[in-house]
């Protein structure tokens, strides 16, 4: 908002900027006005789709950089508190998953070692070791995007989850999954 308020003063004369500013700002104020009330009535702002998208824009990173494809979010609140991407190649070390990293900056950030209010929104279903640290964590909801029939942790066909944890598969599967051919399509060309 200072941004925008400091452009539009550098960019108009003093009265009719301060006409703009103000106007700048009660759209702001009904904004977080409808917000609260949008709230208030049990809905929210931001869906599975938005942040979906902000761990497929994570994922794209990592794609960019020789990774696996894979990104995650961690919100809290509706805010997110983590972002992530697989750097397994980049730091040499096959622990490095988008999830095990989101944890990691989710728990600094927080201060807690517990996530049961937060959701992980992650591009590719969690393989064991991710299960595994969500369990740890006692993350409240995970949210994923495309299945991994290879290596997800579904696979094992026992409960690996927190028993309060819940469960959201296939949100934004298409291009999750595009992603993922792209790159493995890429790789081998």
Same mark, same amino acid.
């Given at each position: 908002? /200072?941004?925008?308020?400091?452009?539009?003063?550098?960019?108009?004369?003093?009265?009719?900027?301060?006409?703009?500013? @103000?106007?700048?700002?009660?759209?702001? $104020?009904?904004?977080?006005?409808?917000?609260?009330?949008?709230?208030?009535?049990?809905?929210? +702002?931001?869906?599975? /789709?938005?942040?979906?998208? /902000?761990?497929?824009?994570?994922?794209? =990173?990592?794609?960019?950089?020789?990774?696996? #494809?894979?990104?995650?979010?961690? +919100?809290?609140?509706?805010?997110? +508190?983590?972002?992530?991407?697989?750097?397994?190649?980049?730091?040499?070390?096959?622990?490095?998953?988008?999830?095990?990293?989101?944890?990691?900056?989710?728990?600094?950030?927080?201060?807690?070692?517990? &996530?049961?209010?937060?959701? &992980?929104?992650?591009? &590719? @279903? #969690?393989?064991?070791?991710?299960?595994?640290?969500?369990?740890?964590?006692?993350?409240?909801?995970?949210?994923?995007?495309?299945?991994?029939?290879?290596?997800?942790?579904?696979?094992?066909? =026992? #409960? +690996?989850? $927190?028993?309060?944890?819940?469960?959201?598969?296939?949100? &934004?599967?298409?291009?999750?999954?595009?992603?993922?051919?792209?790159?493995?399509?890429?790789?081998?060309?």
């Amino acid at each position: 908002m /200072e941004i925008t308020i400091k452009f539009i003063f550098f960019s108009c004369p003093k009265k009719k900027c301060l006409n703009k500013i @103000e106007i700048l700002l009660s759209y702001f $104020h009904s904004f977080l006005f409808l917000t609260d009330k949008i709230k208030y009535m049990g809905l929210t +702002v931001f869906s599975d /789709e938005y942040y979906m998208n /902000e761990a497929l824009k994570e994922a794209r =990173k990592a794609f960019d950089a020789g990774e696996v #494809p894979v990104g995650a979010v961690i +919100v809290c609140k509706d805010r997110i +508190v983590a972002r992530a991407h697989n750097l397994t190649e980049t730091l040499n070390d096959v622990t490095a998953h988008a999830e095990m990293q989101a944890f990691t900056a989710a728990a600094n950030y927080l201060n807690s070692k517990y &996530l049961r209010d937060c959701t &992980l929104y992650v591009t &590719l @279903e #969690p393989c064991v070791m991710c299960a595994g640290g969500a369990y740890w964590t006692q993350i409240g909801r995970i949210v994923y995007g495309a299945e991994d029939e290879k290596r997800g942790f579904s696979l094992l066909g =026992k #409960p +690996v989850l $927190h028993p309060a944890t819940q469960l959201e598969k296939g949100v &934004l599967a298409k291009p999750c999954s595009r992603l993922m051919t792209e790159f493995f399509r890429k790789k081998r060309d």
